[in-house]
């Protein structure tokens, strides 16, 4: 009866839409095997809202790694402990799809490869930037090609620490991804490329400093600006009181400022600033997670 922990996941990293994301030590558990019937618990975040029936998406996962496995489909009992919260920008749903990949193939023996799980997350996620971490863990950089995912972990930057300030309400990545262009300037893609590209080189080299410089965006921030009140002051908020960094974490509400180590300051500041937008949220100091969704 496997128990897997997976991570939340910061994707993006700023400009590197559906490309870039980082694993987070916050996580959701789950408890997976067969059972006679389909059973299926929360506990913890989601527990009024998260589906129990066949639509539930880590069910949905699991029978994935099945069917691609060729093994028959069964009843699974699953029981989901949840600390990651829902349609925050914290990746609870590439949380969910991860613990039900890696639970039923550890509860299969393991027939699938972690490349062959990253390639059916994505697949069911539609973007592979909060998945990969989820299953790989540390900071990930992944491209589609065609129907593959190909994708490389690296390790996030000694000293880095995230400060993320996550608002009461929801905002689903449906919604958040329903108000961006088709189309964008060129000036605007060469921006953003620019900038994936030298703030991989600073992961690489473990310069935080450039890393900070480059996570500024043009490509998904401004058209999210209008769903998330307050955003750009809680932006000037964190870097007036110490972050190298701060962006949108994943599809949003959640905003997530990149610190040289514990910066106390930070997360007050953050949660003022959004106040006075009349928008309550909490705060979470979390470092970058080295492993992701694994059997414990
Ligand atoms: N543990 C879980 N099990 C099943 N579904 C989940 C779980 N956690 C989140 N979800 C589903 O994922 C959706 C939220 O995903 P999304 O909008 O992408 O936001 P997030 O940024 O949190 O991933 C919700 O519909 C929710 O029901
Ligand atoms: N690249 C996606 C990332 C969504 O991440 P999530 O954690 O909010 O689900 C996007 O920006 O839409």
Redesign the pocket.
Known sequence: MPLVRVPATT?NLGPGFDTLGMALDLY?E?LIEAAPALE?T?TG??EA???RGPE????RAALAVFARAGRPAVNLKIA?Y?S?????????????LA??LVGANALLGEPLSQDELVNLAADL?GHPD?VAPAILGGLVVAARDGDKVYCRRLEPPAGLITVVAIPQF???????RGVLPARVALSDAVFNLSRVGLLLAAVQAGDLELMGKMMEDKLHQPYRLPLVPGMNEVFGAAREAGALAVALS??GPSVIAFCRGRKPEVGPAMAAAFARHGVACTVKELAPCRHGARVI
């Not at 539930?56 to 069910?59: C, D, E, G, P, W």
Request: glycine share 14%.
């Open positions: 994707a959701d789950l299926i929360v975040e989601g809202t998260i589906p539930n998406i880590a069910y989901m949840n990651i919260p829902v349609a925050r920008g914290l990746g609870s749903s590439a949380a969910a613990g039900g996620e909060n929801t905002l689903s990545t449906r919604v958040s994943g599809s």
